[in-house]
């Protein structure tokens, strides 16, 4: 898909913000978030750029993607930053369909990681896989097990919902065990391949970019891997929310971005619009 060629953009764009100004006493924005996007918007809520466009943010870290949604849906927050559209996706059919994406802001590509194999085609049969259990991220770990060519998944595949029983076919004979995300880089040892989360990786000393065997690109088949901010449907044209879209894009944050996470949040500018159309 051409527009997707444009997503991995230079940090040293210039990025109009547009957000309408506020005053002194206005309120703030709630944003809604945990780990480390909740370190990035504590930085850009002092950052000289979102001063410069008036805006005012108080960051609430809430543990937990159900929570954060739940509070997001119930007004206790304005906007979340922490999940993919294939998690939103997720949460808004067995939620209501409450929620809706503002804002596209990067893509943590999920690694494959092994301490057996060097590379994806090393991987023999009957190895060992480890899953994260929950259905956003297992639905992802194996769509990239598919793009590596290890297997191949059902026609009807849900990209939220998908389990290993959507696999159809398994010609290495992988087995799979699902683990708690959180635990990836201690299980490594364990098992042969580990799918971890970008968050999860880095938090246990590995990078994705160097350290995976194997990892995802951004292009049609993994924009549902984009991270979002999210708002209730009912606000999602609000200006107010949108200018906070065009504060993560600005050259100030996206440097502290870089380089306090070693270029792994690969930064998306694309609209959102274009995104999930």
């Known amino acids: ?28 924005i709630v944003v809604g ?18 001063k410069k466009a008036g805006i005012k943010i108080e960051v609430q870290e809430i543990d937990g ?18 999940q993919s559209i294939s998690y939103l996706n997720s949460y808004n059919q067995d939620g209501g369909d409450t929620l809706a994406p503002i804002a596209a802001t990067y893509m943590e590509p999920l690694g ?18 480890a899953l994260a259990d929950n259905p956003a991220n297992t639905a992802r770990g194996l769509k990239l097990l598919e793009a590596a060519g290890l297997i191949k998944l059902k026609e009807d595949f849900d990209n939220g919902t998908g389990t290993p029983s959507d696999i159809q076919e398994n010609p290495k004979k992988l087995e799979f065990k699902l683990i708690d995300d959180t635990t990836g880089p201690r299980v490594l040892p364990d098992v042969d391949l580990v ?10 000393g590995l990078n994705v970019l160097k350290d995976a065997i194997y990892y995802e690109k951004i292009n049609e088949d993994t924009k549902e891997s984009i991270n979002v901010l ?16 065009e504060l993560y894009h600005s050259k100030e944050v996206q440097e502290y971005i ?14 959102i619009e274009k995104i999930i159309e």
């Open 112 to 129: 494959i990681y092994s301490s057996i194999y060097k590379t994806i085609d090393e991987v023999k049969e009957k190895s060992v896989v």
């Open 230 to 245: 999210a708002t209730k449907k009912s606000r999602s044209d609000e200006e107010e929310l949108l200018a906070l879209g």
């Open 258 to 271: 870089k380089e306090t996470f070693d270029g792994t949040k690969v930064e998306v500018k694309e609209s």
């Open 1 to 28: 898909m051409k527009r997707f060629i444009g997503l991995i953009t230079s940090l040293g764009a210039v990025f109009l913000l547009t957000a309408c100004h506020s005053s002194e006493n206005e309120k703030a």
């Open 65 to 82: 993607g159900p929570q954060l949604n739940t509070a997001t849906a119930q007004g206790e927050v304005d906007v979340n930053a922490f």
């Open 195 to 204: 799918l971890i989360s970008n968050t999860v990786a880095l938090e246990g």
């Open 33 to 50: 978030s945990q780990g480390s996007d909740a370190q990035v918007w504590a930085f850009i809520a002092k950052s000289e750029a979102a």
